[in-house]
């Protein structure tokens, strides 16, 4: 069965405290591997698409990377309006995504 | 550019009822699907639609169903609501008919937040 984790569930940094998320999956066939950020009540914002070991993408602050059994979130000197819920996600064989539970980052001034 | 819409925003149902909620895609975009997301969880996956035509489903009941429309909205239906159908439902958005490289990326709408008392 296609699997999904994220640890860890949540997460509380101080501002500039640099830290990593981590995503764990155990999928066959895997498509590629998506990160988002969710505000609360709100649908999930695309950050990054990674598609093969080794490949690594950056966004201002973050920087996504990826193995073959796991993808890090790293998160470089963090500011409180990074505060959210980071999903991690697998498309596996055909177009089905698998989610995590993801991890509730709070960032404090 | 718009993105994903979504309506309404919220909705309180029921026991029973049945609902119909619906989503417009991002421009551009041919495919969509729909996602059930409770309190605390990551998003799950409920189905897919692709030419008007269910591509895929995940692990929910027939009281779940959808269609999509010529010009690639949808709309998400729920029979015999029950409790545990209480969740926000996400729609998101992707091209199918496109280059590889964007296929795979999905854009999600605002949601739906259904209550059911």
């Known amino acids: 069965e296609d699997q999904v984790t994220q640890s860890p569930e949540a997460l509380r940094l101080q501002e500039g405290e640099s830290s990593s998320l981590n995503c764990s999956y155990t999928?066959?066939?895997?498509?590629?591997l998506f990160w988002y950020r969710q505000d609360p009540g709100k649908g999930p914002e695309f950050l990054f698409t990674?598609?093969?070991a080794g490949e690594e993408k950056e966004k201002e602050r973050l920087k996504a990377t990826l193995t073959k059994k796991e993808s890090f979130l790293h998160i470089t000197a963090p500011k409180p309006e990074d505060s959210a819920t980071y999903l991690c996600?697998?498309?596996?064989?055909?177009?089905?995504?698998?989610f995590g539970p993801g991890t509730r980052l709070s960032v404090l001034p | 550019d718009a993105g994903v819409t979504q309506s309404p925003t919220h909705l309180i149902k029921t026991r029973g009822q049945q609902v119909t909620l619906r989503c417009s895609p991002k421009?551009?975009?041919?495919?969509v699907s729909w996602y059930q997301q409770a309190l605390g969880q990551g998003p799950q996956f409920i189905f897919q639609?692709?030419?008007?035509?269910?591509?895929q489903r995940g692990n929910f009941p027939d009281r779940f169903s959808g269609h999509q429309f010529p010009n690639y909205s949808s709309e998400l239906n729920v029979n015999a609501l029950l409790l545990g159908d209480s969740a926000l439902y996400l729609c998101?958005?992707?091209?199918?008919?496109?280059?590889?490289?964007?296929?795979?990326?999905?854009?999600f709408g605002p949601g739906t937040r259904l209550t059911v008392l």
């Open positions: 996600a697998v498309q596996v064989s055909g177009q089905n995504f698998v």
């Open positions: 421009s551009g975009h041919d495919t």
């Open positions: 990674l598609y093969s």
């Open positions: 639609y692709y030419e008007e035509e269910e591509r």
């Open positions: 998101a958005s992707s091209l199918t008919s496109g280059r590889a490289v964007m296929r795979n990326e999905q854009f």
């Open positions: 999928v066959s066939g895997l498509r590629g």
